[in-house]
Structures are given as C-alpha cells and as structure tokens.
C-alpha cells in the first residue's frame, strides 16, 4: 500500500530531523527549578508547530509544575478518537564530564542523533507532531479524532498530568490512548509494551532512644535503629528474592503460557544482559523465574537508601535515635498498591523488633496494568508495524512504571497502546542518551500509518 | 586540710568559667574539615593560657592532623611526673535544630552550662589548666612535676598523638597519666574510672551494578547493595544481640566475682536508666548480663549510618551502584583489636551475598584496657576525692574506648588514673551537651588534691 503521508514524510525527513535539533536544544530539565523557563520554552514551541500543522484548540494548560499543552482535531465524525501523550521534560544530564558532545548540542554520529531528552522522550513527542502534519499535509484531513496532550514533569512524577486526568475533563475523552516512552526490544524489531508493573514507594522509620546516643557508652543497652531496619528488611525478602510478607503474592496473575513461550523466542542473551547493562559479577533474583520473568511478571522489593545516623568520612561512634530505610515494592497484575501496603504495613507492625517504634509511610504509588492484546488498536498497530518493519510484532512488558497508562485507564476507561521507538542501549536517564535516526524516520511512519489503520 | 591552691581556686571560679566560656565558642570540630582553622585556633588558646600561669617549654607539635599542645613543668626532682591528658577538638552539632540553645554560644541554664564541648572535653581540660593555675599562682610552685599533652584530633581517632606517643619521645616520660574525659557514676558520686572497652571502627563497602539503576527495569536482576549489606549484618549480630562472628568471643577476660559484686552495690537503676537516660521502650542486649555488664564487660556491634543511593525526600526508584554501612565493634580486655578485626574481615568474605562484591576496611581502633586498683596514684586520687566529695569513690568502667589510655599503657608503661568529672545525662556526642556547673568547681578542687596528695 502506499500511504501520501509516508510520501510526504520521507520527502521531508531533513527538516523534521532539524526541527527536533531546536527542541533538544532547550534544557527542559524538570528536576531543577532553574531551568522552569527553559521548560515552558519547550512547551510553547511544541503549541506552536502544533498550531502551524494545523491542530485547532491548541492551549497551555497551567498546573502547580510546568504547563500541560493540549491540542484536538475532531473533524471524522464517527471514528474513533485517540489520545496522544509525551512528555517535553528532560533528565538532569549529571555526570557532565561524561558526555562525549555537550547533552544540549544534538550531534549526528554512527547512525544516531545524541542529545538529553532525544529518545526519551522529546524525539518520540517530535514523532508524533510529524507524524500529524504528514497525516494533515497530505490529505487534509486525520484518519481519525486526536487529541495531544503533553505533559512537562513527567521525571519529577508528573502530578500535574495526574490531577488533571483525575478530574476527567471533557477534552480528554477519547477510545485510546498513544503513549511512545517505550522502547523497541531489540534493534529493527517492533515492539508493542503490553504490561507494566505498578509500585508502592514508601519509607520505614525506626525510633529507639530518646536522642543519638555513644555506642561505647550505650551499646549493649540502647536499641539501634538501623539494626532494627536490618532485622526487619531480613525478614521482607529473603537471599533468594523471595518476599516474605505474607499472603504478598495471593491473586497473582502470572503470564500465559503463549505470553511466556512468546518471551523466550525474544532475541534476549542473559550473559550480554548481565555484562553489558547491569555489569554485576551475576544476576540475582527469584529461582526458577528467567530475567524476563522476574523483571516484569514478578513482584520486587527494593532498598533506596537508608538515611540517619552518620554519613560522613571518618568515625563517628553514634547511635542514632532514628533510621529511615526507603523501600520500594513493584507490583504485577492481580494485585493492587491498596492490598500490597496493608499487607506491607500490616506484617512490619508484627516484627518490630525489641525496643523501637516503627512506622510505615507510603509516598507514592502507582498500578499494574496489562493490555489485552486482542484490542482493536493493538492489532491495527501491528498491522502498521508489519509493514513498516517488514517483521511480526513482539509483545513485551516493562518492569518500570508508567503511572499515566494506569491514570487512563482507571480515570478516563481508556486502554494505551504504548508503541515507542527508543532501543535498550539509549542511555536514558544517563550520560551520552542517544535516539536512533532510523527509527526516528520509521517512528514516523509507523505512527502515521497506525493512525490511518486505527481510522481504517 | 586547708589548700591555699583550692582557695584561690574558689575565689576565682567566676573568672575560670568565663574563661571556659570564650573556649567553648572555638567551633573546633574536627571531623569537618572546614573548621581546621578553627581546631587550631582552641590550640593556640590553650597554649597561651599554658604559658600564662607559668607552664615551660610550650608548644605546638604538628601532626597530620590538628597540633597537639605541650608544656612542661618540672623543678620537684625526686617526685613522680605527671602527664595531664585531654582533647580540645569537639563533635560535630548535626541535628542542628534539636540544640535548645546554638552548640557555640555557651548558655548556663539550671546549674549547668550547655554547650558542644562542654563535658567532652574542653570543660575538664580547662579544669586541669585552672588546677595547675591555681597550684603555681597560690603556692609558686606545683606538687610534684607535670607534663601536659592535649590532642586536636580526638573524636575522628587520635592517630596523630597515638604515632607521636608511639615513638615514645622523652618529653613524655611520667609515672602516671591523669585522663579527664570520663563521668560520674551519679551526681555527687566520687568516680574513677578503670576499665575501657577497646573499639574497632570499619567500614563495609558493597558494590553490584557498575552504575546506578533504575529499580522498574532492573528490580528482581540486579544485586541491591543495600540488601546485601542487609543479609551480611543480619549474620554479625542477632536479635538478642549475640554477635555471631566465629571465635568473636574467645579469650574475653570476664570481671571478677568481687568486681561484679561492688557492680551490683552502685546506684544503678535500670527502669530509671531506661527513662531517662536511653528514652526507649525497652532496653536491649545479651540476655543473662546487667546493663552494667552489657556496656562494660561484654563487646558489641553497632551499626551507626549506611551512606550511599538516594537519601533526600520523596522518591527515587535507583537501585545504587553501591552503599555503605559504618560499623563498629566495642572490645573488652582478652580481646586484641587486630584479631577482632580479622576475624570479621575473614567472616564477612565468607558471607559475601550472590552478585556483589564487599570490602571491609579498618578506619580506626583502641586496645581495651583495665587498670589495677591497688596502685599508688589510684590511692592518691581516692583519698583526695573523698575529701572534696565527702564520699568514698567508686571504682566504675567506662562502655567507651579512651585509646589514649591503651597507648600510654602500652609505649609509655603509664597507668592512667581516669578521673573525670561529666554525668551520664551529660548529652556527650548529641545536641544540647553540657557540663554540671558544681562538677567544674568541685573537677578543679578534687584535680588540685589529686595532684597535691599524688606529690607528697
């Protein structure tokens, strides 16, 4: 099939790449609050060229963070409507001195476009905008309604976008949600995210005595708030990953075994994985339970950090009076942030070791969420990717949280189909963060030609 | 008796006090090193107070570290030599807010003069200087002959008096120390101190991962340092606080029947203990031994800050590269610093947890030590503080680690007569420290006694 829009893409490939130039340039670092003008910046110009290709209702939306943009074209009356979100803020670019171009100067080399924020997640935003004005250019019309929605804190937990959804705004309504933050599992291979673990984040603080106290004075008597975190932590997971609280993994919803014998055929090398991503002496976790498995079908618990007491250089013989641990849980479909922290709370109240208090706080969480990949969108995205990348889809979960997948499902009824174009090695959140040219140009087309199969 | 010297003491208490006061806003804190100058400056302080009231041969002698201050006085041939000890640098103030008055600004406050330093340990250094003052300025002469030595570098572990009291330089032959840094048993109890618990101070590196990671990807793959350090303190010390490193307790010297009984006969009382001066809900430690045993004759393992991976407020998702835990171990006599030291390197390289690697480094370490009570100086000191007291002394140990004391035993063949003048109430190492105002008074009275009837 030939598609204008594809036509029109590729004639105009070049430009698009510089304009996407222009927006890494802008430092829209959310984390930092120097850079909150920087921030707005990026979102103006992306309601700018969204205004220019044609998008109508174009608007800032302002929250307590950085401004949401929101843009619609509602003009096929009797097709679906779909919902498309990114995010325009960045990552801090620490440690400097590792970069090998400055993060801000995008720089072409060996077949990819380095810069912060390039895969994630400004070049898959830039996609989508190019993917509309090809779509617009060519036909004059969309093969369906869409709306945008961008969002500008999505590295600072993106409260703004959560509350907003929250409120279930008229202009939000839609039949599905394009959400491209994700990543192909393998070079040339399309991916569509199908899954996501959810989280609950929280924080454990042990008191014991009434102020810091000497270890040599007091040790032997006085309860050590950071022994207590040890015996405590020791007995939520055991040495083999196991977590312990009980009825933790009651309801669980384990993948099917077509879902598992599909993820042992991906192109997935544990060695290459263990050397080369996380660089450990091996690779820890749940026996009987491959990477995958453990990684995004199995509920995790982890340890931050562990703040109190002393941190300096040197010795300091202190017994604190308390000790905070930071421990974090991922979640898996059939069970829920609500359930995993009474169980959490519920079972740490029962060991609180001789002498302190304990206290169990959640910061933040967020829930797992499973497409069924049966969906109308899902297939329509396959029969684009098919033929953009001349392959099958494979279907792939994330152990990571997307927290706006869950907000549109649960606040708007709207499933995500979660297609995005960055690879493993894109050094996200890291120095040297690069999105391949390729797929910035196939990223396009598949976005443009899902949009025209979604219409279909 | 009457003492001319204790005379002009009382008459010039008030000025003595404001004296300590000016030495007391000195931020000598020598664990950060931007207060070096400061550490200094206390030293230079004292050194000029030295040569004010007539001591000879005053001087700073360098170090890596801060200087240490010397002076001599020696024109009583035929009489034992004294070798007053003492440290002028202090702890640092961290939690700052706790402070009911700013650590550096001295403030008297219901009979007692709270300030960072106060008891620990430039109150009962400026003690020992107002003893000598008043020795020389009443009589034109001292008792017996006296050497002085203070060290800026006491609470990040003395290395640079240990090497210079190493190499055992002629300057400090004595027959006796006289060591001011320990307490009272209870408020208006005569006490000398004649036991310490040695310290080995380490710290345990973990390190998985060659970079941080995020805890959604790589949750239930990549080794937690945290966890690691987790499982590998769970295995030195258990919940009854047994510490469980093989032969750890071999060769432990236990006090004797007639120790432990004079124990039981002191004013402790454990509920009162617990309210006041710990402020837990219960109190923990080795079942089968006295809180007086727990924290004098028997070695514990405390664990006092665990740096590394995300510490700020909110939530960070890392699973850190690495992280640290700063533990110690308090030593009692039968036991070497060396081979404890080995045996928890040996122990902890045995239990190294799956997928990291551990380092366990010695930051500093005191030898535990025991003093007979039978010799001449403790006999000395009980007669004169039965007389400024009006009590007869008991004979305590201290939980803590005076290193000093260990090296002075061991290079200089010098029994130290540890007679210190704090209280256990005293908020020694934690915010709103002070120094009993009677204790000052009556610290300088019983040191002009103790030195008067040491030279008769």
């Given at each position: 099939?030939?598609?204008?829009?594809?036509?029109?893409?590729?004639?105009?490939?070049?430009?698009?790449?510089?304009?996407?130039?222009?927006?890494?340039?802008?430092?829209?670092?959310?984390?930092?609050?120097?850079?909150?003008?920087?921030?707005?910046?990026?979102?103006?110009?992306?309601?700018?060229?969204?205004?220019?290709?044609?998008?109508?209702?174009?608007?800032?939306?302002?929250?307590?963070?950085?401004?949401?943009?929101?843009?619609?074209?509602?003009?096929?009356?009797?097709?679906?409507?779909?919902?498309?979100?990114?995010?325009?803020?960045?990552?801090?670019?620490?440690?400097?001195?590792?970069?090998?171009?400055?993060?801000?100067?995008?720089?072409?080399?060996?077949?990819?476009?380095?810069?912060?924020?390039?895969?994630?997640?400004?070049?898959?935003?830039?996609?989508?905008?190019?993917?509309?004005?090809?779509?617009?250019?060519?036909?004059?019309?969309?093969?369906?309604?869409?709306?945008?929605?961008?969002?500008?804190?999505?590295?600072?937990?993106?409260?703004?976008?959560?509350?907003?959804?929250?409120?279930?705004?008229?202009?939000?309504?839609?039949?599905?949600?394009?959400?491209?933050?994700?990543?192909?599992?393998?070079?040339?291979?399309?991916?569509?995210?199908?899954?996501?673990?959810?989280?609950?984040?929280?924080?454990?603080?042990?008191?014991?005595?009434?102020?810091?106290?000497?270890?040599?004075?007091?040790?032997?008597?006085?309860?050590?708030?950071?022994?207590?975190?040890?015996?405590?932590?020791?007995?939520?997971?055991?040495?083999?990953?196991?977590?312990?609280?009980?009825?933790?993994?009651?309801?669980?919803?384990?993948?099917?075994?077509?879902?598992?014998?599909?993820?042992?055929?991906?192109?997935?090398?544990?060695?290459?994985?263990?050397?080369?991503?996380?660089?450990?002496?091996?690779?820890?976790?749940?026996?009987?339970?491959?990477?995958?498995?453990?990684?995004?079908?199995?509920?995790?618990?982890?340890?931050?950090?562990?703040?109190?007491?002393?941190?300096?250089?040197?010795?300091?013989?202190?017994?604190?009076?308390?000790?905070?641990?930071?421990?974090?849980?991922?979640?898996?479909?059939?069970?829920?942030?609500?359930?995993?922290?009474?169980?959490?709370?519920?079972?740490?109240?029962?060991?609180?070791?001789?002498?302190?208090?304990?206290?169990?706080?959640?910061?933040?969480?967020?829930?797992?969420?499973?497409?069924?990949?049966?969906?109308?969108?899902?297939?329509?995205?396959?029969?684009?990717?098919?033929?953009?990348?001349?392959?099958?889809?494979?279907?792939?979960?994330?152990?990571?949280?997307?927290p706006i997948v869950g907000d549109f499902d649960r606040h708007l009824g709207v499933p995500s189909v979660m297609m995005g174009f960055g690879l493993p090695d894109d050094n996200i959140h890291a120095p040297n963060e690069k999105f391949h040219l390729k797929n910035f140009e196939l990223g396009i087309e598949s976005l443009i030609r899902f949009l025209e199969e979604a219409g279909r």
């Amino acid at each position: 099939m030939s598609s204008p829009a594809v036509a029109y893409a590729r004639k105009n490939h070049p430009r698009f790449l510089s304009e996407l130039k222009e927006l890494l340039r802008v430092q829209s670092i959310s984390t930092l609050p120097e850079h909150k003008a920087d921030c707005r910046r990026a979102a103006e110009m992306l309601a700018a060229e969204l205004k220019r290709i044609g998008m109508e209702n174009v608007r800032l939306i302002e929250t307590e963070g950085n401004p949401l943009v929101y843009a619609d074209w509602l003009h096929t009356a009797g097709k679906p409507t779909v919902l498309c979100y990114g995010h325009y803020d960045v990552q801090p670019t620490d440690p400097d001195e590792e970069w090998l171009t400055p993060p801000f100067e995008p720089t072409e080399r060996d077949g990819n476009l380095y810069a912060r924020g390039s895969a994630d997640d400004k070049g898959q935003v830039w996609a989508h905008v190019k993917a509309l004005e090809s779509l617009l250019a060519a036909g004059g019309a969309l093969p369906l309604n869409v709306r945008v929605l961008l969002e500008g804190d999505e590295e600072v937990g993106g409260e703004g976008i959560a509350r907003f959804v929250a409120s279930k705004p008229a202009e939000l309504k839609s039949d599905f949600a394009l959400v491209s933050d994700t990543e192909l599992f393998a070079p040339g291979l399309p991916t569509l995210c199908v899954g996501l673990r959810g989280m609950i984040y929280t924080e454990l603080e042990v008191r014991g005595a009434k102020t810091d106290l000497h270890s040599g004075m007091y040790g032997g008597a006085a309860p050590n708030p950071f022994f207590a975190l040890v015996e405590i932590l020791a007995k939520l997971k055991d040495e083999n990953g196991h977590i312990l609280i009980p009825g933790f993994y009651d309801g669980i919803i384990p993948p099917s075994p077509e879902e598992l014998a599909a993820w042992k055929s991906l192109p997935f090398d544990e060695e290459h994985y263990r050397i080369t991503e996380v660089g450990s002496r091996e690779l820890v976790g749940e026996a009987g339970y491959s990477v995958l498995e453990r990684t995004w079908a199995r509920p995790t618990l982890e340890v931050h950090g562990m703040p109190g007491g002393f941190t300096g250089a040197g010795a300091k013989t202190v017994i604190p009076a308390k000790a905070l641990a930071k421990v974090s849980m991922r979640l898996v479909p059939g069970m829920t942030t609500a359930k995993a922290f009474a169980l959490y709370k519920g079972y740490v109240e029962k060991i609180v070791p001789a002498g302190v208090e304990v206290e169990a706080r959640l910061i933040h969480s967020g829930e797992p969420c499973l497409i069924p990949v049966n969906n109308p969108y899902i297939q329509a995205a396959t029969r684009a990717l098919r033929e953009v990348w001349g392959k099958e889809t494979v279907f792939i979960r994330s152990g990571g949280s997307i927290p706006i997948v869950g907000d549109f499902d649960r606040h708007l009824g709207v499933p995500s189909v979660m297609m995005g174009f960055g690879l493993p090695d894109d050094n996200i959140h890291a120095p040297n963060e690069k999105f391949h040219l390729k797929n910035f140009e196939l990223g396009i087309e598949s976005l443009i030609r899902f949009l025209e199969e979604a219409g279909r």
